[in-house]
């Protein structure tokens, strides 16, 4: 099995930056598109950011031009750079790996942007 863990989340002002981290660990055998999402309670996960094998990457129009996401194949992880955070970004962020046909999810970090 595939397990994500996820750091870096927090309690920030408003204008100010995060970098989420997530790293894959387990019986790895060929990592598809990483990604992030976010859901606040009382509605649906969202996409925010996600990057295929090929470096490609798709954002939400919400953030774009303010969260940047890349990967690190060696260490099998994705970032997410946050920045210029508004109250709106608060949510949960779960970490997302496609793996052999199936979705492996990580247990999310709170993030909180104060007004």
């Known amino acids: 099995q595939v397990q994500l863990v996820e750091s870096g989340g927090g309690l920030v002002q408003a204008g100010g930056s995060l970098r989420l981290s997530c790293v894959a660990s387990g019986t790895i055998i060929r990592l598809g598109s990483m990604g992030w999402y976010r859901q606040v309670p009382g509605k649906q996960r969202e996409l925010v950011a996600r990057?295929?094998?090929?470096?490609?990457?798709d954002y939400a129009d919400s953030v774009k031009g303010r969260f940047a996401i890349s990967r690190n194949k060696i260490r099998n992880a994705v970032y997410l750079q946050m920045n210029n955070l508004e109250p709106e970004d608060t949510a949960v962020y779960h970490c997302?790996?496609?793996?052999?046909?199936?979705?492996?999810w990580g247990q999310g970090t709170q993030v909180t942007v104060s007004s």
């Open positions: 990057i295929t094998v090929t470096g490609d990457t």
């Open positions: 997302h790996l496609h793996h052999l046909g199936t979705d492996v």
